[in-house]
T-cell receptor
């Protein structure tokens, strides 16, 4: 079945630095990539949607200048958390949708801790 | 947008018994309803999904039922086993142009912590 590889699985960074998270679709072309954030014991919340070659669409309350999303190819999307602060510490999960539309495949998540 | 409500938040059942988790949704245009299992520290894994042209789908011990009129869908797990213990999420596509997955992000329910008692 469809596989989405997400790296790194865990990252610890200092406050004020930037962190990049990668999400790759391994055996299919992901026309649309989604980025979610999940705080402890809470549900997944959609942060942004990106279509290959287009600018990402951000959900209300998500700062586009802080969470930079690049979806330059049909198999790779990246999320960069810029000038990270402790409140950005969370579990970030990507999801990819393929062509033809067959549902959503999720990555394994990235645990970001900002110290 | 879509609003998804999920109940219960915690469910404890004896091993071997059945578990049922229910969700309601608000957008009548939604026609794709997945269920995910999430274990601690991992991403969600799709366990079953249903599209609106059918009312029920079964895969071994897992089944999903859909009532489009009432806008609710349910997950049924029979003969529960210890490895079924996890958090389960229902979801529905965001927006009013959903067409079975692909263009729209998912709105998730708040999750159900399923505990299987040995």
């Amino acid at each position: 079945g469809a596989v989405v590889s997400q790296h790194p699985s865990r990252v610890i960074c200092k406050s004020g630095t930037s962190v990049k998270i990668e999400c790759r679709s391994l055996d299919f072309q992901a026309t649309t990539m989604f980025w979610y954030r999940q705080f402890p014991k809470q549900s997944l919340m959609l942060m942004a949607t990106s279509n290959e070659g287009s600018k990402a669409t951000y959900e209300q309350g998500v700062e586009k200048d802080k969470f930079l999303i690049n979806h330059a190819s049909l198999t790779l999307s990246t999320l960069t958390v810029t000038s990270a602060h402790p409140e950005d510490s969370s579990f970030y999960i990507c999801s990819a949708a393929s062509r033809p539309k067959e549902g959503y495949t999720f990555g394994s998540g990235t645990r970001l801790t900002v110290v | 947008g879509e609003n998804v409500e999920q109940h219960p938040s915690t469910l404890s059942v004896q091993e071997g018994d059945s578990a049922v988790i229910k969700c309601t949704y608000s957008d009548s245009a939604s026609n794709y309803f997945p269920w995910y299992k999430q274990e601690l520290g991992k991403g969600p894994q799709l366990i079953i999904d249903i599209r609106s042209n059918v009312g029920e789908k079964k895969d071994q011990r897992i089944a999903v039922t859909l009532n489009k009129t009432a806008k609710h869908f349910s997950l049924h797990i029979t003969e529960t086993q210890p490895e079924d213990s996890a958090v389960y999420f229902c979801a529905a596509p965001w927006g009013d142009r959903s067409s079975g997955g692909g263009a729209d992000g998912l709105t998730f329910g708040k999750g159900t912590h399923l505990i299987i008692q040995p």
